[in-house]
């Protein structure tokens, strides 16, 4: 198991091109690729475990109701109890405030003062859609529209009702942006790559999207309350 700064001393390469970027903004959902992830680290929890069947779970995962949607309740029974989110001691060495992906893990952390992180499982984009690099939070918007890029229609037709010359897709709860979406910048382009929400429970912890980082509908509602402001963000593969 890696020291638990490990993942700080690792190398955050950055986008070769924004022509690469160009690929991901459709996180639209495949097929999985590969077995379930096994996390590289286990960072100590610092809260009280959270175990199945808890009252504080189904506070957490229940239905919700936001924007003027109603979010269905996660069946997290059936999700691996280590992707629920929960604070840990901070495996990342990284500044407060900055988003730290470990796809390689599934996690996603948010770290804060005092050497300490929440914790978020997520999707991950398949091989072959995904990113790697440092940016940052440049724009952050609620239950978004999705616009799928000019690649994404040309391999689905079928989406080319979506396209940026037909408005995009309607927010709402199967838009595949979620309740929220956070929009990645690097050196102040647009790298189409996003942290957003996803009503797919069964993508947690699994490589199934066109490049972006989903998290839980639940789950990225309570990040976008945490996050600052132009958050640096660094996503490690």
Known sequence: MPSSNHLSR????????LGAASL????????PVGPGAVPVANP?????????????LDAMYGEIYDGGYVIPAVPYTRIDPRYYRQRVVDPTGQPPGTIVVDTPSRFLYLVEPGGTAMRYGVGIGREGFAW???GVIQWRQKWPKWTPPDEMIGRKPELAKYSADNGGMSPGLDNPLGARALYI???????????????????IGKAVSSGCVRLLNQDIIDLYQRVPNKARVLVWQ
Do not use: I, K, M
């Open 10 to 17: 690792r190398a955050f390469l950055s986008l070769s091109g």
């Open 24 to 31: 991901l903004a459709g996180c639209a959902s495949s097929r």
């Open 44 to 56: 100590r929890v610092v809260d009280r475990p959270l175990t199945r069947g808890s009252a504080e």
């Open 132 to 134: 790697q690099g440092t």
């Open 185 to 203: 910048f690097q050196n102040g382009q647009d790298t189409l790559y996003r942290l957003h929400g996803s009503p797919e429970w069964n993508s």
